[in-house]
């Protein structure tokens, strides 16, 4: 078994175990898709305005929606947020989704 | 009482706080802390500094230019040049009413956006010079 493979079964295990909220996109022709994410609701930050901002962000495989790309509202916890950035991490093994409540 | 230049803020402050769009969420250097999302659109007003020139020889009279910022600030998930826009327009449409009290006159505008986040705030600085007239020896009283 290759370093890649166990590497793929790790991050399939990780998010079988932490995944805690549906992620759902609704298209304007075709049926909702939906995958399951390991969602931070709360995360904050104070920015360089002196303003405390919030921070929704996700964790996901890519496999799990390849189609997702920036601007597309997902509705989390009947919650809609417009996605903002998809960053992929540890060489495109997960990515991590910032949202902005929309 | 309070410093002559604060009285100074605190005119442009009424001036903003008299507007619809951020209201009386008008904040000055006595809230130095965090501004949650929830209160926003909003503004601060901090005095920057105050060069001060001596009007007549051998008296403590003095004419102080006092810079001073006002930072809009704003949460739009699209559209943030107009929300901004706005917020600004509103208020430097207040602030530089006639009659303008101590010759208030607008000096830079700049403009702001962050990437952190949401990235979904943004914020509109205008910065402006006021002109006014104290006693060294009596500085929480403003003479003109």
């Known amino acids: 078994m290759s370093f ?6 790790a991050n399939a295990s990780v998010f079988k175990t932490l995944t805690n909220a549906t992620a759902t996109y609704t298209p304007a022709v075709g049926d909702p898709v939906s995958f399951g994410v390991v969602f931070d609701p709360a995360g904050a930050i104070i920015d360089d305005f002196g303003t405390v901002a919030q921070q929704p962000r996700f964790a996901m495989q890519p496999a799990a929606f390849t189609a997702l790309e920036e ?7 009947s919650v809609d947020y417009q996605v903002r950035s998809v960053v992929p991490l540890d060489e495109g093994g ?8 929309a | 009482m309070t410093l002559a230049a604060d009285q ?9 706080a008299a507007t619809a769009i951020a209201g009386a969420r008008v904040f000055t250097d006595d809230r130095p802390w965090p501004i949650p ?4 659109p909003a503004w601060r007003v901090t005095a920057l500094n105050e060069p001060v020139d001596s009007l007549y020889v051998d008296q403590g009279v003095s004419e102080h230019t006092l810079s ?18 706005a917020l600004a327009a509103e208020g430097m449409a207040s602030v530089f009413a006639v009659p303008v009290p ?10 702001q956006i962050t990437s952190e ?23 929480e009283t403003l003479l003109v």
């Open chain 2, 117 to 139: 986040g949401e990235a979904a705030v943004g914020a509109i600085t205008f910065t402006l010079t006021a002109k006014f007239a104290a006693d060294q020896a009596a500085p």
């Open chain 2, 8 to 16: 100074v803020v605190d005119a442009v402050v009424a001036r903003l």
């Open chain 1, 4 to 9: 890649a493979d166990v590497e793929a079964r």
């Open chain 2, 102 to 111: 101590h010759q208030f006159q607008l000096s830079e505008i700049d403009y």
């Open chain 2, 68 to 85: 001073i910022s006002c930072r809009g600030i704003v949460r739009a998930v699209d559209g943030m040049r107009a929300a901004r826009g």
């Open chain 1, 71 to 77: 601007g597309m509202v997902l509705a989390i916890r």
């Open chain 1, 94 to 101: 997960w990515q991590r989704v910032t949202l902005a409540r």
């Open chain 2, 37 to 40: 999302e929830s209160q926003l």
